[in-house]
Structures are given as structure tokens and as C-alpha cells.
């Protein structure tokens, strides 16, 4: 098998984002297929190029956070690639925002994700709509409940967003469309090479 499927309790989305926890930003509307997709034997980066190509959903809107020095190294290599996107200054973090307009711009981008994912910085995407929006809200930290500015998803209508796990180790779905209701129809969206186990979790 090279990607394992298994879909998460509802029961992780809370009303109070919690810092570090399932989930760290806010949702808005319905999602009801909470999907998580790990990668064996395969590299997981290169299985969401693929992915994404297949599913040709775009424009593909990207929202990651930066470290300041790297926001030269990022705006050269998306202009350079004619990625529409915008730096965006909340409270003390540095988000981009891009929207990517095909297969080839993805590619160039998904390392940037992926890394920023990687190092737990928020990093994630959305499918045909831009679904992501800034809001002060409560969330439970270490030091109790504050008031922080947060990345907001709002899924509308047949709406998707993929968000890059802790250190990397997967990649989590939010989604209300019908494609991502089963582990059948998700796996048989894949690209033809990739194999797909379906995997049950505790509730």
C-alpha cells in the first residue's frame, strides 16, 4: 500500500481552536468528511503534485506562514513562475497567500507548504475557492484562553482544504463534497500508480 485513508471524528473540531491540537485555526460551515491521508513507501510530497494534477480543481488557493528571511527567496521564485499572491502582516506572524492557476505553478509551491507544514507552521490549501480569512478569536493555550488572530476556513458549498499535519507526518482534509464521502471514491481519485488502504480510527 503506498497511501493510508482513514476519516477522523467530527468530534476534533471544536468551537475553541486549540494551539497544537486538532485543529489550530477556525472552521466555519459544514464539514463532514475529515480525512487524513499518510504516506508508506512513497513520498508524500510528490503523491499531492500528482494528486492535484488529477483532480484538476484549480485555481488552487495557498496559505502558508513565512520566516522574514525567506520572503525574498519566495517572492523571486513565484514571480519568476507568475504566481499571483500577497504578503499578509497578522499580529507577529507573515502569511502568503497565492493563487495557483495550474499543475505546473503547484509544483512550485508544494515545497514551500510542505516545509512550512513541516516546521508546524501553518500551512494548507483550498480547492477552486479561496476559503481562507483572518479573525480574532479565543483559543485554548498553554497559558488558558486568548483572544488570537487565527487563519478562519470557511467551507461553503462542495468546498475542500487541505492542511499539512505536524512535522510533516500527513495531510488532513476538511471537506463537504461528495468526492470525499468514502475512502473508494477518494481512493479512485488518485493517480493511477498510487495504491490506497483504507484505515480505521479510534473514536
Avoid at 184 to 190: L, P, R
Amino acid at each position: 500500500m503506498d497511501i493510508e485513508v482513514g476519516f477522523l471524528s467530527k468530534s476534533y473540531i471544536s468551537d475553541i481552536p486549540s494551539g497544537g491540537g486538532l485543529f489550530p485555526f477556525g472552521i466555519e460551515g459544514d464539514a463532514p468528511y475529515i480525512v487524513e491521508y499518510e504516506g508508506h513507501d512513497v513520498d508524500i510530497e510528490t503523491f499531492i503534485n500528482n494528486w492535484m494534477k488529477e483532480l484538476n480543481r484549480f485555481p488552487i488557493y495557498t496559505l502558508f506562514t513565512y520566516i522574514s528571511y525567506d520572503a525574498e527567496e519566495i517572492g523571486d521564485v513565484f514571480s519568476s513562475a507568475n504566481i499571483e499572491y500577497v504578503k499578509l502582516k497578522v499580529d507577529r506572524k507573515t502569511f502568503i497567500k497565492a493563487k495557483i492557476e495550474d499543475y505546473k505553478q503547484f509544483k512550485v509551491v508544494m515545497p514551500f507548504l510542505y516545509s512550512q507544514g513541516s516546521m508546524n507552521c501553518f500551512a494548507a490549501w483550498s480547492l477552486s475557492e479561496d476559503l481562507f480569512s483572518f479573525e480574532k478569536r479565543d483559543m485554548k493555550t498553554l497559558f488558558g484562553r486568548r483572544k488570537v488572530q487565527m487563519p478562519i476556513i470557511t467551507l461553503r458549498k462542495d468546498c475542500t482544504m487541505f492542511w499539512i499535519f505536524y512535522d510533516g507526518a500527513s495531510v488532513v482534509s476538511l471537506s463537504n463534497d461528495n468526492l470525499f464521502s468514502s475512502t473508494n471514491s477518494i481512493i479512485s481519485s488518485f493517480p493511477q500508480n498510487i495504491k490506497g488502504a483504507e484505515v480505521e480510527y479510534e473514536e
